[in-house]
């Protein structure tokens, strides 16, 4: 393998952007001077009016949900409202994902109450794992051993990764572009069962109020569920809620990075580059702007984390304009193909386990003057 900073797994068969060697150009001032522009449009400034509005609209839907619990006596429409709050639990994370960026208040504690009780109570997912797994994707997106979002046992990201796996880890690696909407179902249940083990293992900052909220969590949610529906009526109702949470939160979180450029672990690169070139965003409407908790602006969101929702729009012209003008790959498709590209993707990483002899890797090194296939 040729000595880069820049190596991947493409398919050829995509149309993307062209993809620059970041270690040849000198990038030390351009983040600043990007920020200094967004800066200079307010759009950092925190929007309290936006954010009472989506809190209280957000709390309105889980009334609604919970008001035809308790009043509807038909099973069958009681699928229907596990559906619904299904959705509901999506918009709730959306929050409590603003709140851990310190996109709502200026105040931390005031964040930390809103991420506290959109995770731990609403949700059922500890606040500190959340916090800590998602620092560390932000840190490094798409970076092999350094990233937790590409870390996942049950997908393989790279063709390395698929060839070590072994017994039904390996067989769904072989078929895992298959296996990938149906694994997405239990991302909801897992998230909980491993903020779980992380509070009981971890030494987090307020354990007391977290393992306080989860158990609360819990009582209500059972609580409420089992004393309208009957065992296995409760039961199933809880699966399709969980499973349809899981299948939302995989949908507006897998096409942000997911078939995207792989960054080996020793890849340096400057933060700009290295923001941009491993996020996708999906195209901007206000249907997707609302379903994705404004995370199909993906690229912008990475850039300045810390930026309202509701800003996320207004910044795209201005970060887009400056990454072309300054020769950096910004790419944006549509949702549907967004989700080829994944499957495109991890259909290819998988061949090697689908075939006796692996063909020969094609893999992208970049450079200042293009890309070439080695």
């Not at 991302?187 to 393992?211: F, W």
């Not at 969101?301 to 910044?315: D, G, I, W, Y």
């Amino acid at each position: 393998m040729k000595d880069s900073s820049l190596l991947g797994t493409l398919d050829v068969n995509l149309d993307r952007p062209k993809i620059d060697d970041a270690s040849a150009r000198t990038r030390h001032n351009e983040y600043a001077e990007l920020k200094q522009l967004i800066r200079n449009e307010g759009l950092l400034d925190k929007q309290p009016k936006y954010y009472a509005y989506k809190i209280l609209s957000t709390v309105g839907l889980l009334a609604l949900s919970i008001a035809f619990l308790l009043l509807v006596h038909n099973f069958w429409l009681q699928l229907l409202n596990a559906a619904f709050l299904a959705f509901v639990f999506g918009q709730i994370g959306f929050l409590g994902h603003d709140g851990g960026h310190r996109q709502i208040f200026k105040a931390t504690w005031k964040n930390d109450v809103i991420i506290l009780l959109q995770g731990n109570l609403l949700v059922g997912m500890s606040y500190s794992w959340w916090n800590n797994k998602h620092n560390a994707h932000h840190s490094h997106p798409n970076q092999v051993d350094m990233d937790p979002d590409i870390g996942i046992p049950a997908i393989s990201f790279t063709e390395e990764e698929a060839l070590s796996k072994r017994h039904f880890l390996r067989f769904l690696a072989k078929y895992q572009a298959f296996f990938f909407f149906p694994l997405l179902t239990l991302v909801g249940m897992d998230l909980q069962r491993v903020s779980i083990l992380y509070l009981l293992k971890t030494k987090v900052q307020r354990p007391v109020a977290e393992i306080s909220l989860i158990i609360l969590h819990y009582v209500l949610y059972f609580g409420l569920v089992f004393s309208q529906l009957n065992l296995w009526q409760g039961i199933i109702f809880i699966l399709v809620h969980q499973a349809l949470f899981g299948l939302y939160l995989g949908m507006t979180f897998a096409p942000n990075h997911k078939g995207m450029l792989i960054l080996e672990k020793e890849t340096k690169m400057d933060f700009l580059q290295r923001q941009v070139i491993t996020a996708r965003n999906v195209h901007s409407h206000p249907f997707n702007d609302y379903m994705y908790g404004g995370l199909n602006y993906q690229i912008e969101h990475h850039l300045f984390p810390s930026m309202p929702r509701n800003n996320l729009k207004k910044a795209q012209k201005i970060i887009r304009e400056y990454c072309v003008s300054h020769s950096i790959s910004y790419y944006e498709t549509s949702s549907i193909q967004s989700f080829k590209e994944i499957l495109s993707f991890l259909h290819e990483i998988g061949a090697p386990l689908r075939q006796k002899t692996p063909p020969r890797k094609e893999v992208v090194e970049g450079s200042a003057l293009g890309v070439k296939t080695v």
